[in-house]
């Protein structure tokens, strides 16, 4: 059985932007989320679509470090960050290429940067654990 790689296309706020994120303007918000919509829309209808979301500013976020006796609950970020995770999508793609040419019109319709990671497969998890 061939499964399709998976690749986390991973889109970068600044960690000082203020209410309306990156953007200038209610304007320019407006434009970009309604960009990256047809994005993800195009995405859902050529098949290559899994899930994709934004995410609350970090300082929504709680750290949990399960490591010890009981779970030490921290608010706010792991990292503190010049740059933090405001969303992302989840796509199968046959191949790098093709997850890279889907990024690019992310960028474009986000207005950021994009970074694209590939989710590990189950070969190379055998590769890593030499079986």
Do not use: I, N
């Not at 970068?12 to 200038?24: I, K, R």
């Amino acid at each position: 059985m061939t499964t399709v790689p998976r690749y986390l296309l991973s889109v970068f706020t600044p960690a000082d932007a203020g209410d309306l994120g990156p953007y200038p303007s209610q304007d320019a918000m407006s434009e970009s989320l309604a960009a990256t919509g047809v994005f993800t829309a195009r995405l859902e209808r050529d098949g290559y679509l899994v899930m994709a979301d934004g995410l609350e500013p970090p300082s929504t976020a709680t750290t949990v470090d399960g490591r010890g006796e009981r779970p030490t609950l921290t608010d706010g970020p792991y990292l503190e960050t010049k740059e933090h995770l405001g969303g992302f999508w989840v796509v199968e793609a046959p191949d790098l290429d093709v997850a890279l040419e889907l990024a690019a019109d992310g960028s474009r319709a986000c207005g950021g940067p994009v970074e694209v990671r590939p989710f590990r497969s189950a070969e190379s998890v055998a590769a890593l654990l030499g079986t």
